[in-house]
């Protein structure tokens, strides 16, 4: 039997907010009925705060006490405030949930940013089937719940996941057949490479390009024209450099090592000891 806070009870004994809003200014969705729980939810928006929020859903006690709980978070807030609202931060205004029944608090989750997504149209236009055709588009990873490789990723993002059965508990993904549970690991081990490989250097792509491109410019140019050569930034693909030698360098025997010793050796030191300089024609 999994243990309940009496929060949680009392938001699934006493939900609050239950209903439909008629004239809603953004309605959201998440879960489907596959999967045994779907949640919509209705938004009231005035000069930018929530003044009115009511939910539906299917499902269990849990997907009952986060639905109603969200929207009591979200009542009365401006919309910058509340975009702001993760799943976790549902489940811990309820004071937890069991692990297996994490998957409640992201469908309140999903459904809010869905909401939001739909807030500002020119009229109202119901999102089921504008998300079924997002979701065509998105790779499906676990075809029993219909869980996308977006999903899945947002998960171990927003609340550090690091194994299959953490990612089942948060979005069912793997939770029927388990024929998904591979592409779920190699998910996992991605998201937690490319995040190493971030703090490796502690820039974002962005800043590494524009610093790359400053060692080049104004560290590695000067020192090359000195003996009548110079070098060109050509592109950059991840760690790999891509330059071409010009003046008396392009021609010179120890271009190699002019490549090696001095222009990758400089960029490793200054920005990542990944960098691998290559020249091209």
């Given amino acids: 039997m999994w243990d309940y806070?009496?929060?949680?009870?009392?938001?699934?004994?006493?939900?609050?907010?239950?209903?439909?809003?008629?004239?809603a200014d953004a309605v959201g969705s998440a879960g489907s009925l596959t999967c045994g729980d779907q949640l919509k939810i209705y938004l009231k928006i005035k000069d930018g705060i929530v003044t009115d929020a009511k939910f539906q859903t299917f499902g269990c006690g849990s997907a009952v006490a986060s639905s109603s709980m969200l929207t009591e978070m979200i009542i009365g807030k401006p919309v910058s405030e509340v975009r702001k609202i993760t799943n976790k931060d549902i489940a811990d205004q309820l004071e937890g949930l069991p692990p297996e029944k994490?998957?409640?608090?992201?469908?309140?989750?999903?459904?809010?940013?869905?909401?939001?997504?739909?807030?500002?149209?020119?009229?109202?236009?119901?999102?089921?089937?504008?998300?079924?055709e997002e979701d065509k588009k998105q790779k499906i990873v676990c075809t029993c719940f219909?869980?996308?490789?977006?999903?899945?990723?947002?998960?171990?993002?927003?609340n550090g996941l690091k194994t299959v059965e953490e990612v089942t508990n948060y979005t069912k993904a793997g939770g029927a057949c388990g024929k998904c549970k591979g592409l779920i690991q190699d998910i996992i081990d991605t998201y937690y490479k490319k995040e190493e490989h971030q703090k490796s250097d502690g820039l974002s792509p962005a800043q590494k390009i524009l610093k790359i491109n400053t060692i080049i410019e104004k560290q590695i140019s000067p020192e090359l024209q000195k003996d009548g050569g110079d070098i060109t930034l050509v592109d950059i693909d991840g760690n790999r450099v891509y330059v071409k030698l010009?003046?008396?360098?392009?021609?010179?025997?120890?271009?190699?090592?002019?490549?090696?010793?001095?222009?990758?050796?400089?960029?490793?030191?200054?920005?990542s000891k990944d960098i691998e300089v290559i020249e091209v024609e």
């Avoid at 009496?6 to 006493?14: A, F, G, Q, T």
């Avoid at 392009?250 to 001095?262: P, R, V, W």
Wanted: with cysteine; net charge negative; proline share 1%.
């Fill in 5 to 23: 806070s009496e929060k949680v009870m009392d938001h699934y004994r006493n939900p609050r907010n239950v209903g439909k809003i008629d004239d």
């Fill in 102 to 132: 994490m998957h409640c608090s992201v469908m309140g989750y999903e459904a809010l940013e869905d909401a939001l997504k739909d807030w500002g149209k020119d009229e109202y236009q119901d999102l089921e089937d504008i998300r079924a």
């Fill in 146 to 158: 219909g869980i996308t490789e977006n999903v899945i990723w947002d998960a171990i993002k927003q």
């Fill in 246 to 271: 010009r003046g008396k360098c392009s021609g010179c025997k120890n271009s190699t090592l002019t490549l090696k010793a001095f222009v990758e050796t400089s960029l490793r030191d200054a920005v």
